[in-house]
């Protein structure tokens, strides 16, 4: 009953932002990612009789029933996993993430995608990974995608069960192993609100949230073929627009959601401006104040050197296409 797993994170180039139903976290839009190689989390449970309560412990925190961090995600979960296999014994959960939670470089996505497939296993589930996607995405929305590796596609779906909202992979990591995004870390805060509140609120409030959703199609058309055809100019040039798009929802959100700080913008427009004298490049944010440079393997070099001039750049993070979860044999108790 005991099981280990790793999965990393992933970076959106078509952002998944607004949801048709919370419960199912069905998503309004289509979405497309690339897997994060490196930028992880490792996990491991255990379901067993002597243990009196459920246990979390989030990077060695233990986190409790009735905090709304529990509440809100692990515990919405554990009642999902125990209503589908109607498992009665409580577990424990230790999971490590080896970068800053919460601060915009998707830690539930690699946290509910490690999670999922150590129930999986401890649980003898024998989900395949479709199956696992859907329920990885019972936990946070872009967990769905970080059960495959590579390029990856979450079909929004049609149907009112979520049954066709599942990943797909688009391309392997080995595709496109030149594709590098270069996160610029700005800040190591948690963040205040969380896409979860945020994606809400925009929702219901943001006059522009319409628009967002009418040019969806378009983008993951064309970054889809992009990846395909490995045209870089294509994936980088539809990702940013897609961010900005998703940006410009969350500012006109009442009262507004502004993720950015000053070294966001010093850094977007730095991108702006080595793409202009011939350095292509190109930047996505989530929900968070941290940059993702995208570029190719032969500029990372002098993007990186260009980065740490940048006043208000805490660190630099290179990433790879990286691998969708696993099992794993070590265990963290
Ligand atoms: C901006 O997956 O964190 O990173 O489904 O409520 O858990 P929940 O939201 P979450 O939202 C991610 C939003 C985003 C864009 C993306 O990753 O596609």
């Not at 009789?49 to 905090?67: A, C, Q, T």
């Not at 011939?278 to 260009?306: H, W």
Request: proline share 2%; with cysteine.
């Amino acid at each position: 009953m005991k099981a280990s797993a790793i999965a990393n994170a992933n970076i959106a180039l078509v952002k998944y932002w607004g949801k048709r139903n919370k419960e199912l976290i069905l998503p309004n839009n289509t979405s497309i990612s690339m897997t994060a190689d490196g930028l992880y989390a490792h996990t491991t449970v255990e379901f067993d009789k002597k243990y009196k309560e459920d246990i979390f412990v989030l990077n060695g925190r233990e986190l409790r029933e009735g905090s709304r961090e529990y509440d809100e995600y692990i515990g919405l979960f554990l009642k999902v996993v125990r209503e589908k296999t109607k498992e009665e014994d409580r577990v424990k959960i230790v999971s490590n993430n080896n970068f800053p939670t919460a601060a915009g470089l998707a830690s539930s996505a690699a946290g509910f995608a490690a999670l999922a497939t150590a129930f999986n296993k401890a649980l003898n589930l024998d989900l395949d990974k479709k199956d696992l996607s859907i329920l990885a995405r019972r936990g946070s929305g872009s967990a769905t995608r970080s059960i495959f590796g590579g390029f990856v596609e979450w079909k929004k779906g049609e149907k009112k069960d979520g049954s066709d909202s599942y990943a797909e992979q688009i391309a392997s990591l080995t595709y496109w192993p030149d594709f590098r995004m270069i996160a610029c870390i700005t800040s190591k805060k948690q963040k205040k609100i969380s896409s979860r509140a945020g994606m809400a609120r925009t929702v219901a409030t943001s006059p522009m949230y319409k628009s967002w959703l009418l040019g969806i199609e378009q983008d993951i058309e064309k970054v889809k073929k992009g990846i395909l055809k490995r045209d870089f100019t294509l994936v980088g040039r539809t990702s940013e627009e897609n961010c900005l798009k998703m940006h410009a929802t969350m500012i006109t959100t009442q009262p507004a959601i502004i993720y950015w700080n000053k070294s966001t913008i010093e850094t977007i427009q730095s991108v702006i401006d080595w793409r202009n004298k011939g350095l292509e490049c190109y930047f996505t944010i989530d929900a968070g104040p941290q940059v993702k440079i995208m570029c190719l393997e032969k500029n990372v070099d002098s993007i990186i050197k260009r980065c740490k001039k940048l006043e208000g750049v805490k660190d630099v993070i290179v990433i790879k296409p990286g691998e969708g979860a696993k099992i794993t044999n070590e265990h963290l108790f």
